[in-house]
């Protein structure tokens, strides 16, 4: 069995948000995403958003540095989303461990939002269905398609390749070598769900400021 997941690696993403941009336009209002760009800069704006990108200040000034952290579903290998709803709309798939919402069945309860210990689900109000990240499902099968072009939406438009995407079941694969050298580790492993996404931490540079005295002035 094959677990298909994102590798992020929060050394070089930049806060960009050029994943979520990308994400939004792949899953558009026309395909199965639902995320219309309707009166998305209202007061209370009715969009729904796969990706986020979360920005946090780490440390005391003059000790400190910026940390950006893109958060969607997780694809957990043990998801709690899916035992929990009612008409078995959520599920995970066997062949490659992708975790979707059937929305023929979704009745847009929420159960699977109060599940979720990460906040990746969300209700979307024009399909009144609940919705999340699919890995671009339509997309990295896709024939037609170029083979460099089928992964997910996201992964293509970063510019500072900060994603990755592969099987972190194949021991070969590009993600599993970069967890294994890189030290990746899954978010909130104490939850039980065993993410199937991981991050690559952040490496601490340390940097030195020469003061020049007033005599060189």
Known sequence: MSQLALVIDLNVCVGCNACVTSCREWNGPESKGGVSDQKSHHKLPMD????????YEVGTYPKCETVH???????CEDPPCVPV???GASYKRKEDGIVLVDYEKCIACSYCSWACPYGVREPDPHQKVMTKCTLCVDRIYDK?????QRKPACVLACPSGARLFGDIKDS???VSKA?????????????GTRPANHYL???HNKAYVIEESDESL
Do not use: A, W
């Not at 729904?48 to 920005?55: A, D, M, P, W, Y």
């Not at 294994?180 to 909130?188: F, I, N, S, V």
């Open 144 to 148: 037609s398609l170029l083979e460099e």
């Open 69 to 75: 952290f893109p958060k969607s579903c997780l694809h």
């Open 179 to 191: 967890i294994d050298e890189r030290g990746g580790y899954q978010l909130m492993p104490e939850c």
């Open 172 to 174: 070969n694969s590009e």
């Open 85 to 87: 709803c009612p008409t």
């Open 48 to 55: 729904t958003f796969f990706n986020q990108v979360q920005t």
């Open 201 to 203: 931490p952040r490496r």
